[in-house]
């Protein structure tokens, strides 16, 4: 009797496009015995040495098995990384999902597992060069999915369970702009829900605001299948630091797009990214991180200290006293916190639409966090009229 086939231990760590390549790695290097896989992340000071100490406790945990380390921190640490003793050998990200790179065959693409909602990426690399920046050292130039490669990846997901589909890249909202035609994000949106009627949420991940095509700006606002939730990948609420962090949106560029899109759609929950304590900023600046908070009502916030990543021009600027850049990240964190009780406590007594996941808890189509009842069936979506808010969590 054949042996069970077995998937790889795959630790996965920093953005949601890597969640998504972690969960092909994994079915692609099934059935590979006594091997654990490190997708790591180099996006700040503090994610590599997050991504060091996965490396050790692996190996703690794992300690006849082969090692191998890949994501944006294998290409950008590389020789750290290779220095590490607990680590048996590096797959070049751009190499990561080519199965050539881990000396398996080439095979037909597989099967995703079963997840609750499915993160599907459909571009990578960056063409940019924000000043704080080294993802496109690790992921180089963009590039994208056709339409039919998305589309097969997707009914894929489907095919498999999942009820919701994530688009996820590294600059998402640059997808279509190396295709022909220079295709909008927009058009592939419109072409899933084309394509799978059946579908009935999907979700953006980090999106560039400036970048946001009308057609794409017509579905936020308006079609029911995309959830109201968008997650602006904003970094700061004054210009000029974001003049110095080489962004190409300006404070009111942002405001304009919020606030047409809640004339439109007044339940859209609003995320950001935002850096506290970047080069050169000052309490003036600061003041406008955090006004920006309130004036978009972000209540899903993804708040970083700033910190000098080698080689990128804002670690060649004067820094901020780290003690400050650390006062300032609590301050925005204790903001969005503020903004976020106020926002779940309006959902309370309001029917919503929950989809399930695995720990008894589910996500509305605002992304707040739900409990379910007991035995309520994951990837199931059930309405939930909650009565109380209790630690971020409605019951």
């Given at each position: 009797m054949n042996a069970p086939v077995k998937a790889p231990e795959v630790v996965s760590l920093g953005c949601r496009l890597n969640i998504s390549e972690s969960e092909r790695i994994r079915a692609m290097l099934a059935g590979e015995d006594n091997l654990v896989v490190v997708n790591?992340?180099?996006?700040?000071?503090?994610?590599?040495?997050?991504?060091?100490?996965?490396?050790?406790?692996?190996?703690?945990?794992?300690?006849?098995?082969r090692l191998l380390v890949t994501g944006c921190a294998a290409d950008i640490e590389r020789e750290q990384l290779a220095a590490?003793?607990?680590?048996?050998?590096?797959?070049a990200n751009t190499a990561k999902l080519d199965p050539r790179a881990w000396n398996v065959p080439a095979s037909a693409p597989p099967v995703p597992a079963l997840h609750t909602r499915a993160f599907v990426a459909v571009q990578n690399g960056c063409d940019h060069a924000c000043t704080f920046c080294v993802i496109p050292q690790g992921r180089g130039t963009s590039s994208s999915l056709t339409i039919a490669e998305v589309l097969r990846e997707v009914e894929a997901h489907l095919d498999a369970g999942a009820a919701e589909v994530v688009l996820t890249g590294v600059d998402v909202t640059s997808w279509g702009h190396d295709l022909p035609g220079s295709p909008k994000l927009g058009a592939l949106v419109r072409a899933v829900l084309d394509a799978f009627p059946a579908l009935t949420r999907i979700r953006m991940?980090?999106?560039?605001?400036?970048?946001?095509?009308?057609?794409?700006?017509?579905?936020?606002?308006?079609?029911?299948?995309?959830?109201?939730h968008i997650h602006l990948s904003l970094q700061h609420g004054h210009d000029l630091i974001l003049k110095r962090m080489k962004r190409r949106h300006l404070r009111a560029d942002a405001v304009d797009l919020v606030a047409r899109l809640k004339n439109r759609?007044?339940?859209?929950?609003?995320?950001?990214?935002?850096?506290?304590?970047f080069p050169t900023e000052t309490e003036e600046h600061h003041a406008a991180n955090l006004s920006i908070v309130r004036e978009l009502a972000i209540v899903h916030g993804h708040i970083f200290p700033y910190s000098p990543r080698p080689g990128t021009p804002a670690a060649r600027m004067p820094q901020v006293e780290r003690a400050t850049t650390?006062?300032?990240?609590?301050?925005?964190?204790?903001?969005?916190a503020k903004l976020r009780a106020e926002w779940l406590a309006t959902l309370v007594?309001?029917?919503l639409q929950v989809l399930a996941e695995a720990d008894g808890t589910g996500y509305s189509p605002q992304f707040a966090r739900?409990?379910?009842?007991?035995?309520?069936?994951?990837?199931?979506?059930?309405t939930v009229t909650p009565t109380t808010l209790e630690d971020n969590l409605l019951s």
């Open positions: 790591s992340c180099a996006v700040t000071s503090e994610a590599v040495r997050q991504t060091r100490q996965a490396i050790r406790k692996a190996r703690k945990a794992n300690p006849d098995a590490m003793p607990e680590v048996d050998g590096l797959i991940s980090s999106i560039d605001g400036i970048e946001v095509d009308e057609e794409l700006f017509e579905l936020f606002a308006a079609e029911p299948r995309v959830m109201p759609r007044p339940d859209l929950a609003v995320g950001a990214d935002l850096i506290a304590g650390k006062r300032r990240a609590a301050e925005l964190r204790a903001e969005v007594d309001k029917p739900v409990k379910l009842p007991a035995g309520t069936p994951r990837g199931s979506i059930v």
